[in-house]
């Protein structure tokens, strides 16, 4: 079992930066690729980033290139979602999700394990 806890989350004017963090427990996350997930009210989940599980590879929604840089510390336990340049649209919950393979990445149910999420809310 892993464990996921996000946190890193706040309110931020747009044109801002967050750095969000997703902390494991249970288990060394180094063998599990993580994506991010976010959900605004009225809206489905959505994919945001992913990442390898060495952080050799990522990946990001179109709309998260360039400004959205995912990485992870081994050492911690931990991927980072570095969120710059923000939007009002980036506003939702923000979820952190572990898989065994790095397959079906944008794949809602292809995760084994969610984190509880973190509110995001950029002011314009």
């Known amino acids: 079992q892993v464990q996921l806890v996000e946190s890193g989350g706040g309110l931020v004017q747009a044109g801002g930066s967050l750095r969000l963090s997703c902390a494991a427990s249970?288990?060394?996350?180094?063998?599990?690729?993580v994506g991010w997930f976010r959900q605004a009210p009225g809206k489905d989940r959505e994919f945001v980033a992913a990442i390898t599980w060495n952080g050799g590879s990522t990946y990001y929604r179109e709309s998260a290139k360039g400004r959205f840089t995912c990485s992870r510390d081994s050492a911690k336990n931990t991927v980072y979602l570095q969120m710059t340049s923000l939007k009002p649209e980036d506003t939702a919950v923000y979820y952190c999700?572990?898989?065994?393979?790095?397959?079906?990445?944008?794949?809602?149910?292809?995760?084994?394990?969610w984190g509880q999420g973190t509110q995001v809310t950029v002011s314009s």
């Open positions: 249970g288990r060394t996350l180094s063998s599990y690729a």
């Open positions: 999700a572990a898989k065994k393979y790095y397959r079906d990445i944008e794949t809602i149910g292809a995760y084994d394990y």
